[in-house]
C-alpha cells in the first residue's frame, strides 16, 4: 500500500468503528510519502497493521528521489538525480554529515529540466557507505523544511519535534495544531491535540498536564519557550476528540496558523 501517513490514524479508527482487525488487511509493507513522522508513530503502525513502514521522498517537481532501508536512511536514485547539502544562509556546500538544504539535479529529465533544484528539505547527507551496505550517497530522515520552521517566544520550532514528543504520549494521534496570536506584542499559543481513543474531561485535563511536562522537559529551546509562555499565562494547551482534526481535508497533519491580534 502506497498512502500519506496521515491516512493511516483514519484507517486505524475506521477499522476500530468497523470491527476489523487492521492486520487483516495482511499488508507486507506500507510506502508512506509526503509527510513527516516520527519514530514513535512508525511504530505504532507497524505493530497495528503487522506491517513494515518504509519511508520515500518525493517531490512534486521531481517525483520519487529516494526510499528508505532497514536502518532508517534514505538511499538516492543516484542514476536519476545528483543531490547536494547546501547551507541555509550561505548558499556554500556543507561538509559531510552537517545539516543543510537539499538541492537536487535531475539528470533524465528533457521536457522540464531541473537543475541544482532547491528544495529547502533540511537534511543530512552522508557518503559513507550504509550499514545497509549500500555504497551510495544517503540522507538522514528529513528534519523538516526551512519554511515549515515558526518562531514563538524568541525560539524556532519545527513541527516534527513536537510530533516525536506527542506520538511518545500514549493515547495521543499524531495530529495537532498551533494557533499563534499576537496580543500587546506578546506571542500566545493555543496547542490543539488530538487523542487516539474518546476521553473524560479528567482524563484531557491529565494529558494536557503530561503534555506540558515533556514538553517542557525536552531540548533546551522547547524548555524555554514553553516555560515562558507558560509563566506568562500565554499558554492554552486543547485535547480534542478523535477526528477533530484528522478527518479534516487537506495534506498537512500539523497545522501552524498565525493570527494577528490586537486586543
Keep these: ?46 505493530n497495528v497493521f503487522n506491517s513494515r513502514l518504509v519511508n520515500m521522498y518525493a517531490s512534486t517537481e521531481l517525483g520519487l528521489v529516494a526510499s528508505e532501508c532497514h536502518h532508517h536512511n534514505l538511499h538516492v536514485w543516484e542514476d536519476f538525480f545528483h543531490t547536494e547539502v547546501i547551507d541555509s544562509d550561505t548558499a556554500e556546500p556543507c561538509e559531510d554529515g552537517a545539516t543543510g538544504e537539499l538541492v537536487i539535479t535531475a539528470l533524465q529529465r528533457e521536457a522540464l529540466p531541473l537543475i541544482r533544484y532547491n528544495t529547502q528539505d533540511l537534511v543530512e547527507m552522508h557518503k559513507s557507505p550504509c550499514e545497509c551496505g549500500h555504497p551510495g550517497t544517503y540522507l538522514s530522515s528529513i528534519k523538516g523544511r526551512r519554511d515549515n520552521m515558526f518562531t514563538i517566544n524568541g525560539g524556532n520550532i519545527y513541527p516534527i519535534a513536537l510530533e516525536n514528543i506527542i506520538t511518545a504520549i500514549d493515547g495521543f ?11 500587546d506584542a506578546h506571542d500566545c499559543l493555543t496547542f490543539k491535540v488530538e487523542t487516539r481513543d474518546d476521553i473524560d474531561e479528567q482524563e484531557a485535563k491529565h494529558l494536557a498536564q503530561l503534555l506540558y511536562s515533556r514538553l517542557t522537559s525536552s531540548d533546551i529551546t522547547l524548555r524555554l519557550i514553553f516555560r515562558g509562555l507558560e509563566s506568562a ?12 482534526i484528522s478527518l479534516k481535508s487537506g495534506k498537512i497533519k500539523n497545522n501552524i496558523s498565525q493570527v494577528d491580534s490586537h486586543t
Design 1 to 46: 500500500m502506497v498512502c500519506l501517513p496521515s491516512l493511516l490514524p483514519r484507517l486505524e479508527r475506521h477499522c476500530l468503528e468497523k470491527d476489523i482487525p487492521p492486520e487483516s488487511f495482511n499488508l507486507r509493507n506500507i510506502f508512506v510519502v509526503g509527510e513527516l513522522f516520527s519514530e514513535n508513530f512508525c511504530n505504532h503502525y507497524e
Design 173 to 183: 494521534s499524531s495530529f495537532c495544531r498551533c494557533i499563534i496570536e499576537k496580543i
Design 233 to 244: 499565562s500565554r499558554l492554552d494547551i486543547q485535547i480534542l476528540q478523535p477526528g477533530a
